[in-house]
Structures are given as structure tokens and as C-alpha cells.
């Protein structure tokens, strides 16, 4: 059974415990499928990627967050009263 790859690199478990940083280093700064038995069991992503991930994630709540809430009415205001 074959099973999709997320990433162009990939690791053992064994190598991974055998050399963590060894493993994480080949990746070049780009994610790593770290497979067991043949099958991706984690992806070891460095740390910059997954915070750009998260970012990127809050960012489209957000943006969903102002869509659902464009079409309500919105508050009259006068410049002059605050």
C-alpha cells in the first residue's frame, strides 16, 4: 500500500534517534517525513516554518472572522463626539 509524502525528504525512526539534529539538519530548513515501517509517521518541522505555519493560520481566522462580520450594521459614528 503506498502512502503520500508531504515533504521531498525523509528520515527513519532510527535515524532519528540515533542523530536528532543530524536528521533535522539534512532537511535544509525544510519539513521532514520521518517514516516508520515505510509509512509517514510525523513530519519534523523546524521551528521558523512552524511558526510561519501558525501565523499563517491565525491570520485566515481573522480574515474569516472579518468576512462573517462585514455584513453587520455598523455603528454610526460622529468624529466630532470622540
Known sequence: MTH???TEITASISEL???PMA???AGEGFPIAVLN???PAFYCVPADV????LERLDDQE???LVESRR?????PVN????
Do not use: H, M, S
Open 79 to 82: 468624529l466630532d463626539d470622540l
Open 23 to 25: 536528521v533535522v539538519n
Open 4 to 6: 503520500p509524502v508531504y
Open 62 to 64: 481573522l480574515t474569516r
Open 17 to 19: 534517534k540515533k542523530n
Open 50 to 53: 512552524y511558526e510561519a505555519i
Open 37 to 39: 515501517r515505510n509509512k
Open 71 to 75: 455584513a453587520e450594521p455598523g455603528i
